[in-house]
């Protein structure tokens, strides 16, 4: 029998027959047929694992799988970290997956920033509860839709900057009716896409895909626009990725009870430049802050650094000053992404520091947003 040690991971360039094996493959991994796999392909860079000569095809960081007979050697590990090195000479600084299988990802780095629920809601309570206003509401999806989602989505740690061909592929992947909210005259200030299933019995299911609001008023509006749907469906779904993660749903209801939370694997984040991420990301203008900080390794060493952040930049440097605050490197990258919204929940996740206020100037560094991932890969 051949090892684990005889697989070889190769790059490869798209090929139909392999990409049709490989629609196969995932299929029995999954248990279920994986569009992605071929809707994508022509944007993907393609890994395979040979093993014995024979493909045992793998993705990237979406869609990836590993044939049931493989299971328990390592392999997506392996798979992962060749999929890490070409991502890096790439110049990428972040890499994001979704996963149920987090206890490996967290081994080799990845985090999750928050956690990730799907809302059920009765359309009645929507209906009753939330406010229609004087919105104009128009069918269809037009560039001012595009336009308000890329407006609204820095708002959160996370989203993803769409390319020009996400929105198509997610038409094509659900079938989505789109609506557009605004006042006379005025700007696209709110947008959804909706799926609809078809019921076992009777009437339909309705799966909300996108919820982008431009302000709370807005927002009433478009949860009353769902409501009116009560008369062929009972309950909305808002999807795992599709809600941002602000309490107005709950606030506006009469009662809690009329919403019911699934908490689904979430979406994990791992920084491959800690000092060139910390560079790029956008930063308070208003924070004058110097620390000196320790990132351990996976090898148990500490890379020690000087974080200085001032005038809405920040650099992280080398040095030999005693760290005051101590992170793994996980910590470090549920740091950068908002994901501590307190220092007593940095403290319970084993973030070390000397003293309470050197936590409290490193955990405000990054709480000015919230983390959100409004995609799904």
Request: with cysteine; charged share 20%.
């Amino acid at each position: 029998m051949e090892s684990a040690r005889d697989i070889e991971i190769v790059a490869s360039a798209l090929d139909q027959d392999l990409l049709t094996e490989y629609d196969a493959l995932a299929t029995r991994a999954f248990g279920r047929r994986v569009d992605d796999v071929t809707q994508l392909a022509q944007h993907a860079d393609i890994r395979v694992a040979l093993h014995g000569g024979c493909p045992v095809p793998s993705a990237c960081l979406g869609s990836g799988c590993v044939a049931p007979e493989h299971r328990g050697d390592r392999l997506t590990v392996r798979m992962l970290n060749e999929r890490i090195r070409p991502l890096k000479e790439r110049g990428a600084l972040l890499a994001t997956l979704w996963t149920s299988s987090n206890g490996y990802a967290r081994r080799m780095g990845w985090e999750a920033p928050a956690p990730v629920f799907s809302w059920s809601v009765h359309a009645d309570a929507l209906k009753r509860d939330f406010t229609p206003g004087d919105l104009d509401i128009e069918h269809g999806i037009n560039p001012g839709s595009e336009q308000l989602q890329q407006l609204l989505a820095p708002r959160w740690n996370g989203t993803l900057l769409r390319p020009p061909w996400w929105t198509a592929h997610k038409q094509r992947q659900h079938d989505l009716t789109h609506y557009r909210f605004n006042r006379s005259g005025q700007p696209t200030a709110g947008y959804l896409s909706l799926a609809t299933r078809q019921h076992d019995r009777h009437g339909a299911h309705l799966d909300v895909h996108d919820f982008w609001a431009a302000d709370d008023t807005v927002a009433s509006a478009m949860l009353a626009f769902l409501g009116r749907h009560n008369s062929r469906i009972p309950t909305i779904t808002f999807q795992r990725t599709s809600l941002p993660p602000h309490p107005l749903l709950l606030h506006g209801l009469h009662r809690y009870g009329d919403a019911i939370a699934e908490s689904w694997h979430p979406w994990m984040l791992r920084i491959l430049d800690l000092p060139e991420a910390v560079r790029l990301r956008g930063w308070p203008p208003d924070l004058d802050a110097t620390l000196p900080i320790g990132v351990e390794q996976s090898n148990g060493l500490t890379d020690r650094y000087l974080l200085q952040i001032a005038h809405g930049a920040a650099e992280l440097q080398p040095t030999t000053t005693e760290p005051r605050v101590t992170l793994n490197r996980r910590q470090a990258t549920l740091w950068y992404a908002g994901g501590y919204r307190s220092t007593v929940a940095a403290s319970m996740a084993g973030v070390r520091a000397t003293d309470e206020q050197c936590l409290t100037t490193l955990i405000r560094s990054t709480m000015e947003h919230e983390p959100w991932c409004a995609e799904r890969f």
